[in-house]
């Protein structure tokens, strides 16, 4: 094979080689960018689900704080009603008590 044809054909296979490379390297590129863009939504994704999980533990925090100031508010007012029924109770006793101190008293001064 004379030298030119050799030459050209070498030439040839390195545009080849250099092709083949960059073809390589722009479908490495390409990959690299889809898998950028396809963590970044994951990340978008796990982002959302986290918030979602966050505003539904809170919510339901919520819900178990006021049930458990309604429980707090009833137990309150049970015991308000008891203590209302144990001094009704007593009214008679009480004036009895008040009317012999202030009997006491006014003997006293006397």
Same mark, same amino acid.
């Given at each position: ?21 960059? =073809? @390589? !390297?722009?479908?490495? +590129? %390409? $990959?690299?960018?889809? *898998? /950028? ?5 994951? &990340?978008? #994704?796990?982002?959302? =689900? @986290? !918030?979602?999980?966050? +505003? %539904? $533990?809170?919510?339901? *925090? /919520? ?5 458990? &100031?309604? #429980?707090?508010?009833? =137990?309150? !007012?049970?015991?308000?009603? %008891?203590?209302?029924?144990? *001094? ?14 202030? !009997? ?7």
């Amino acid at each position: 094979m004379p030298r030119p044809e050799v030459l050209d054909r070498i030439k040839e296979a390195e545009q080849e080689a250099d092709d083949i490379v960059a =073809e @390589a !390297e722009e479908y490495r +590129e %390409e $990959r690299i960018a889809e *898998a /950028r863009e396809r963590a970044d939504e994951i &990340r978008e #994704e796990v982002e959302q =689900e @986290a !918030e979602a999980t966050a +505003e %539904e $533990r809170l919510e339901d *925090a /919520r819900e178990d704080i006021e049930s458990e &100031r309604e #429980e707090l508010i009833a =137990e309150g !007012e049970e015991a308000r009603a %008891e203590l209302e029924e144990q *001094a009704a109770g007593r009214e008679d006793e009480v004036v009895d008590y008040v009317i012999d101190l202030f !009997e006491e008293a006014v003997h006293a001064q006397t």
